[in-house]
């Protein structure tokens, strides 16, 4: 079964727009990740968030964790054409062996 | 710098054949490797996942198998492949575990005819 759900799984935004994904999940973490997939390739990680933080930045990307909720945001800013790419986010399970992937949000942005 | 190589990008197989796809990692010794599945449009399912050279853990039953022969390769293997085995597989790895980034190869699209 997945540990994490994001929502929606298909955004469509204008460039320029912000685009906004969310990721819940179901057991306690250490941390999350999230991950990016353009069509047809690997995953590529994007940016992990610990437990003990709230929100993190990297460039136009900022990721947020409520634990309380058990829900974690990904925000892209002034989106391009080439942000267009499928977004997981990703859990450990509490051995640390096993990272389990959401099905994942399908970005398109249209220039 | 460390970097994964996976093989062959596309393959085309009959059902009941063969199947082996190879995959290594360079520029880092000891790492966890993983083998995964991912259907059209979805997220991915965790097949396999190595700790060390000969230590494999099955996450599903299945009609493949992994093995581990070098500390950097990683092989997912078929003795007779099915329909259902279709599908887009990706090698990833990670230096140790639990707050670790995986990092992942280019995938191989695997179609069973």
């Known amino acids: 079964s997945q540990q994490g759900e994001e929502d929606p799984q298909a955004l469509s935004i204008q460039e320029g727009e912000n685009a906004t994904m969310n990721c819940s999940y179901k057991?306690?973490?250490?941390?999350l990740q999230w991950y990016r997939q353009n069509s047809g390739r690997g995953l590529v990680h994007l940016i992990l968030i610990r437990s003990n933080e709230r929100e993190k930045h990297s460039g136009r990307l900022r990721v947020t964790l409520d634990t309380s909720k058990k829900s974690s945001s990904l925000l892209i800013t002034a989106s391009r054409a080439a942000d267009t790419a499928s977004y997981f986010c990703?859990?450990?399970?509490?051995?640390?062996?096993?990272?389990?992937f959401g099905g994942g949000t399908r970005l398109m942005v249209k220039p | 710098s460390q970097t994964i190589h996976q093989w062959p990008a596309t393959l085309v197989q009959p059902v009941g054949s063969p199947l082996s796809l190879e995959c290594t990692v360079e520029g880092t010794s000891n790492p966890n490797l993983y083998w995964y599945r991912q259907a059209a449009g979805r997220g991915l399912q965790l097949l396999f996942y190595?700790?060390?050279?000969?230590?494999i853990s099955s996450e599903v039953p299945q009609n493949l198998s992994a093995s581990r022969p070098q500390d950097r390769q990683f092989i997912l293997s078929s003795k007779k492949l099915l329909l259902s085995d279709s599908g887009f597989y990706l090698c990833?790895?990670?230096?140790?575990?639990?707050?670790?980034?995986?990092?992942f190869g280019d995938g191989t699209r695997l179609s069973i005819l």
């Open positions: 057991t306690s973490i250490n941390n």
């Open positions: 190595s700790v060390g050279i000969g230590q």
């Open positions: 990703a859990t450990y399970n509490n051995a640390g062996n096993m990272l389990t």
């Open positions: 990833a790895w990670s230096q140790g575990q639990g707050d670790q980034p995986q990092h």
